[in-house]
């Protein structure tokens, strides 16, 4: 049996408005459920990369998609396809976490430019997910994500989820 996945997103909202007389409620609910199977097809993994990560101030790292990732079985991994990308500032940074492609070489995916950038300020989160198609990651020219600390002074800390395929 080999990888599964299910990436699941809720969100739920209660607005309460007192009134004169009363007080009333709306109730919000919404969940997205992405399942994934095991291989490399179409919603499909067989490639998973999870760690919790510190930058010192003002530093930034490039994550090679395409080749220097160690999985929890100490196996480098290695994606042609991200299915999807989970980013999670911790809520006790002072600076924000930027993601973005690489320099060079930079792994464009959902960024659709090398320019674009993620910011997300303490506690902040993203995710995004393909599960069809996937976002392609080019060995050599397109596999690195840049994660940096936006400031001096202190360290931050995120945490980084990528499920996608080898194929």
Known sequence: MGLTAKVISIVNAAHDAALDLETVRSDYSNRHVHEFAAGTGNQQVDR????RRTLAASANEDLDL???LVDAFGAVVSFAKVRALRIKAAP???NNVVVKPGAANGFLGPFGAAT???TLPPGGEVLLV???AGWTVTPATGDLLNVANSGAGTSVTYEIEVLGASA
Do not use: M, Q, R, Y
């Open 116 to 118: 674009h950038t993620l």
């Open 130 to 132: 393909a599960p069809v």
């Open 92 to 94: 006790e940074n002072t």
């Open 66 to 68: 395409a080749g220097s």
């Open 48 to 51: 998973k990369f999870t760690d």
